[in-house]
């Protein structure tokens, strides 16, 4: 029988708390992680319309792969009695991928407002996770990098679709930057 404080769920910070030495232990992959965001973010802020185009090409590269694999598979596992729905989701794939590779500017319109939700949503986690981390030493600026996210996030749907060509790839590089200068001083933080 589970004794009565047995029974109580820990509070976030809590769990955080009784993990911190694994945490400390591996403080020098949150400082590699943090200086490779880094230098990344740098070379998208290097040219913002290249490292758009390149984003759009590469995410429609994975997606005509992909949707040529399912509408293969598709034909493979016919006897499921599923077939229309995975070749359909294969034909879908495969069309929103052409459509990044032949129009890109069309393509980074639409991921561009994409991104600016995703950015908001993924800056909320990320400010979650920061309170989560309270107790440990450059938990704040893990929050600071969920701000910019969320502020980034929705600077680009108020410009949308007029900034879709260049935005991608200056949000990118904006939102590795500050990532990762936040997962390196959190690094630096778990160090001590």
Known sequence: MASQTGSLSPTPGGMVAGHLSELRAKWGWFVALGLLMVMAGAIALGNLVLSTVVSVLYIGVMMAI????????????????????????????????????????????????????????????????????????????????AAIAILLGIEI?????????????????IDLVFNGIAVLFLGFGLKK
Do not use: N, Y
């Not at 729905?85 to 879908?92: I, K």
């Not at 495969?94 to 908001?120: D, H, K, N, R, Y």
């Open 66 to 145: 992909s949707g040529g694999a399912q509408i293969i598979h598709a034909f493979q596992v016919k006897t499921w009695g599923a077939f229309a729905f995975w070749l359909l989701d294969g034909v879908l794939f495969l069309a929103a991928g052409l459509v990044c590779i032949f129009v890109p500017m069309v393509a980074a319109e639409f991921l561009t407002l994409f991104l600016g939700v995703s950015l908001i949503i993924g800056g909320a986690f990320r400010l979650v996770a920061a309170f989560q981390l309270r107790p440990a030493d450059g938990w704040g600026w893990i929050a600071f990098s």
């Open 157 to 173: 749907i108020a410009g949308w679709p007029v900034s879709g060509l260049w935005v991608l790839g200056l949000l990118l590089g």
